[in-house]
């Protein structure tokens, strides 16, 4: 009923930048909260920042002053700047909404399906 797609991920160079994107489509009535996590390689999903629909935003300290969270709450959209990428910023990328669906009464998580970001030293 609701999807949530990312896009923008790929390869750069240390100290380069990528702009991640990521839409909610489907069934969604409103949305709260929505944020980026990351998760490398035999590590665990950490979060990255996140944007209440009030415009609030909360990062993590690995990632501020580099990264910009912002959404265009028209469009469900939640977008993530990065900015000085490092080679320790390499993980897969995933886009986390908190939303209740049309004529739902619950309030839910929901997950893209990520998008691989490589660093190269």
């Known amino acids: 009923q609701v999807q949530l797609v990312e896009s923008g991920g790929g390869l750069v160079q240390a100290g380069g930048s990528l702009r991640l994107s990521c839409a909610a489509s489907g069934r969604i009535g409103s949305i709260n909260a929505m944020g980026w996590y990351r998760q490398a390689p035999g590590k665990q999903r950490e979060l990255v920042a996140t944007i209440t629909s009030g415009g609030s935003t909360n990062y993590a300290d690995s990632v501020k002053g580099r990264f910009t969270i912002s959404r265009d709450n028209a469009k469900n959209t939640v977008y993530l700047q990065m900015n000085s990428l490092k080679p320790e910023d390499t993980a897969v990328y995933y886009c986390?909404?908190?939303?209740?669906?049309?004529?739902?009464?619950?309030?839910?998580?929901?997950w893209g399906q990520g998008t691989q970001v490589t660093v190269s030293s």
């Open positions: 986390n909404a908190d939303l209740r669906i049309v004529g739902g009464l619950r309030w839910s998580d929901y």
